[in-house]
């Protein structure tokens, strides 16, 4: 008889740890939290345009006559041509409240006779490719507008390590205040993507000139508080790039 009790013993223990997981799973848990929420419901699509390189200036003497017909339905932030960091390469920003007025400007815009006969059917074979993403602003950033119109622009892309902003936020924030100060250039944006590859945060900069950019390039380079804001950040990062840009005449942001 003791040993068959001995032997009952184990099995009793799994009995109360298992009663002890149900109980505890039975409480009301936490709300998981990757980070400060968004709080607002404006959302922006990024689009970037493969252009055939025989079709470059038409495609821009095109869009550049007709933008205002896609302009008429939806808000324009800015258009830019790549200069470096890409080839026959256009990036556009477009602001939305919500996915439902997206889907109410696409669902007008397949209804605009204009649109598809002056605009979109002579753009489309200019084209080799299209590619578009929905980011949100991160919580402490701002759309911004340049100090002054004639500069240059950068799109600085970096993909994090999954876990998001309650792993990477902090010192990504501290990464980009670091290099947003008086000498360098000018933060108008960070954004976390919402849909396209996720942990990926852009950050839009404009700059005097490209060789303002190389000054303030040089410059981070042996500033102890940017490198020590970079390194800490670092850790979390899988890849970047980046592209300079210039904005197109018909730009709102330029």
Same mark, same amino acid.
């Given at each position: 008889? *003791?040993?068959?009790?001995?032997?009952?013993?184990?099995?009793?223990?799994?009995?109360?740890?298992?009663?002890?997981?149900?109980?505890?799973?039975?409480?009301?848990?936490?709300? &998981?939290?990757?980070?400060?929420?968004?709080?607002?419901?404006?959302?922006?699509?990024?689009?970037?345009?493969?252009?055939?390189?025989?079709?470059?200036?038409?495609?821009?003497?095109?869009?550049?006559?007709?933008?205002?017909?896609?302009?008429?339905?939806?808000?324009?932030? $800015?258009?830019?041509? +790549?200069?470096?960091?890409? *080839?026959?390469?256009?990036?556009?920003?477009?602001?939305?409240?919500?996915?439902?007025?997206?889907?109410?400007?696409?669902?007008?815009?397949?209804?605009?006779?204009?649109?598809?006969?002056?605009?979109?059917?002579?753009? *489309?074979?200019?084209?080799?490719?299209?590619?578009?993403?929905?980011?949100?602003?991160?919580?402490?950033?701002?759309?911004?507008?340049?100090?002054?119109?004639?500069?240059?622009?950068? &799109?600085?892309?970096?993909?994090?390590?999954?876990?998001?902003?309650?792993?990477?936020?902090?010192?990504?924030?501290?990464?980009?205040?670091?290099?947003?100060?008086?000498?360098?250039?000018?933060?108008?944006?960070?954004?976390?993507?919402?849909? $396209?590859?996720?942990?990926?945060?852009?950050?839009?900069?404009?700059?005097?000139?490209?060789?303002?950019?190389?000054?303030?390039?040089?410059?981070?380079?042996?500033?102890?508080? +940017? +490198?020590?804001?970079?390194?800490?950040?670092?850790?979390?990062?899988?890849?970047?790039?980046?592209? &300079?840009?210039?904005?197109?005449?018909?730009?709102?942001?330029?």
């Amino acid at each position: 008889m *003791l040993k068959l009790f001995g032997a009952c013993r184990p099995s009793a223990a799994l009995f109360r740890t298992t009663a002890a997981a149900a109980a505890a799973a039975a409480q009301p848990s936490a709300p &998981l939290a990757t980070g400060p929420q968004q709080d607002q419901r404006t959302f922006y699509e990024f689009r970037t345009y493969s252009i055939r390189p025989d079709q470059n200036l038409a495609f821009l003497k095109l869009t550049n006559e007709k933008i205002h017909l896609r302009t008429a339905h939806s808000q324009l932030i $800015g258009y830019w041509t +790549v200069e470096y960091g890409g *080839l026959n390469k256009v990036f556009h920003i477009w602001q939305y409240d919500s996915y439902s007025q997206r889907a109410a400007v696409r669902a007008a815009l397949a209804q605009d006779p204009s649109w598809i006969s002056e605009y979109i059917s002579k753009a *489309l074979p200019l084209l080799t490719a299209q590619d578009n993403e929905v980011s949100y602003l991160v919580p402490w950033s701002r759309l911004k507008s340049p100090p002054q119109q004639g500069g240059v622009f950068e &799109l600085a892309t970096f993909q994090m390590r999954p876990g998001g902003p309650a792993v990477w936020g902090g010192a990504f924030q501290a990464a980009m205040s670091a290099h947003d100060a008086p000498g360098y250039g000018k933060l108008l944006g960070a954004f976390h993507s919402e849909f $396209g590859l996720l942990n990926r945060v852009q950050a839009l900069w404009w700059f005097e000139s490209a060789d303002h950019r190389a000054e303030c390039r040089h410059k981070a380079h042996t500033d102890p508080r +940017v +490198v020590a804001a970079v390194r800490n950040s670092v850790a979390h990062l899988d890849a970047q790039r980046n592209q &300079l840009m210039s904005p197109c005449p018909f730009s709102p942001m330029k």
